[in-house]
């Protein structure tokens, strides 16, 4: 295999499967083709749904925390038994906050670190052990690791983070032919949103989610919040083979130039 080689001749992970853009990736990769797909997400109902609208592509569904370190280990188990490795994997499971410094607890923070850092070191991990034949990996950080939101202090310090994690890793890939990108999506209309604890009298005050995502996102210079599947076509691009390793994608409609 070069070093220019996707994956694709392995199965796929995708974290955060259940919702959102994970769903909409593991939809696109579906249809796209894949030798397996391994899917993780804490929410089991969520999971369950996915599952169903795939066909035939062969499923590893795990229900379990991305910052569950024992639990990674049982995963890595399960998808060497039944895939034999990965070729693929789509770090993306994520959280998001609301709260400015002067008001976040340390608790606060450290959930959203769990989630976002500790569990995307995670979830590279067992994709770049179980990679032994390369394969190209996407992290989801967001626009909000490069551009400062007020607001969102554990949310920006942590996708900053799992951005220059993912310069690291594509650097400590080359060896193994894995090549490590990462993209930055600007806002997505996901149930992400909902976790804010301003959303609900945003949702009030605009008189429904639509009309609240139509003014969250009046400021982006394209028109409005991107749909789930228009972020996993950038995903499924970053994925496909080609020459680009440790760098990020900025998909957002050009909010945050
Ligand atoms: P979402 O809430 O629709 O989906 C996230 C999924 O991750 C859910 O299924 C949830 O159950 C799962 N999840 C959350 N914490 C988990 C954990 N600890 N262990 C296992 N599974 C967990 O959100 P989304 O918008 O699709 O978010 C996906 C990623 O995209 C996140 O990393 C988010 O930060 C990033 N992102 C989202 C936006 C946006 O505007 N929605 C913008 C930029 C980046």
Redesign the pocket.
Known sequence: MTPTAGGRAGAALI????????RATVLALAARGAGGLVL????AV?LGAVVRELGDTPVLARV????DEAAWEATEAAIGERFGGLGEAVV?????DGAAIVDISLAAWRRVMA??LD?AMLTLRTAMRLMTGGGAIVT?????AIKAEPGAGAYCAS?AALLHLTRVAAREGVAQHIRVNAIC????E????RQNAWWDKLVASKGGEAAAFAAMGASTPLGG?AK?DEIARDILALLAPGFTTGAHLVSDGGYSL
């Open positions: 974290t955060g499967a259940a919702s959102g853009i994970g993780i997400d804490r929410d969520g379990h925390d991305v910052a993306n499971a994520g959280i998001a989630v976002n569990g989801v950080c967001s626009a909000a996708k999506p600007g806002g997505v996901t149930p992400l949103w919040f789930p």
